[in-house]
């Protein structure tokens, strides 16, 4: 019992300092590399999880609306801010010439409207129930699918202009999403952690890949 409290202690405190660090990554990008309305919202995004999130790991006995809020913040965070990083770049060079002339916003608007629409009834119902299940496998398939739109359209953005911070971008996309939450498996971390390291740096690289676009373009 006392080593899994010192435990849950020596986690919040890491959790606490990685939303700190995150806090400031993303309240400096987002007074000085919001380049427009996506960028505001993408960093001012973080930077409210980041706040939130500091809140819950501070205080010593947090309230079950805070805790749900932070969760489903980690949740859907790192996928809203990639895709409104991807529509700050495309302020910069244009809009992304997609196959078959589609529209990337009408197809964001209509994967996220798909993901919190199923949230939303599978809230409604009961989580244990067949119907709840198969609602919560496609409430995750729909986020994967948004994942994975992200990652093309930054591939798009890297290979067809050449801009590799994009191509970063979409790696630690990648990475994020799919293979560092195998690091739970060997070592003595949590996903929250793992999950707040790569939102620190998505921070840095979509800073970086946005400056590589500005520069490109004078």
């Excluded at 070592?187 to 939102?199: K, P, R, S, W």
């Amino acid at each position: 019992m006392a080593f899994n409290a010192s435990g849950n202690i020596s986690s919040k405190l890491s959790l606490g300092l990685l939303n700190f660090i995150l806090a400031v990554s993303s309240g400096w990008a987002l007074k000085h590399y919001s380049l427009d309305r996506h960028g505001l919202a993408g960093y001012g995004l973080l930077f409210a999880h980041s706040v939130l999130c500091i809140l819950r790991y501070t205080h010593p006995n947090p309230g079950q609306v805070q805790r749900h809020i932070c969760e489903q913040s980690l949740r859907y965070s790192p996928a809203i801010f990639v895709t409104l990083i991807i529509g700050q770049m495309q302020s910069i060079i244009g809009d992304i010439k997609l196959i078959g002339g589609i529209n990337w916003r009408c197809v964001v608007l209509g994967l996220y409207a798909g993901v919190f629409l199923l949230t939303a009834i599978r809230r409604c119902l009961n989580e244990k129930s067949t119907l709840g299940q198969v609602l919560a496998k496609l409430e995750r398939a729909s986020h994967t699918l948004c994942v994975v739109w992200n990652m093309y359209c930054l591939w798009r953005i890297a290979v067809v202009d050449e801009y590799w911070w994009s191509l970063g971008l979409a790696l630690l996309v990648m990475l994020n999403h799919f293979v560092l939450w195998r690091l739970t498996l060997r070592f003595n971390i949590t996903t929250l952690e793992v999950d707040t390291v790569g939102m620190c740096f998505s921070v840095i690289f979509a800073i970086n890949a946005s400056q590589e676009l500005v520069e490109e373009t004078r």
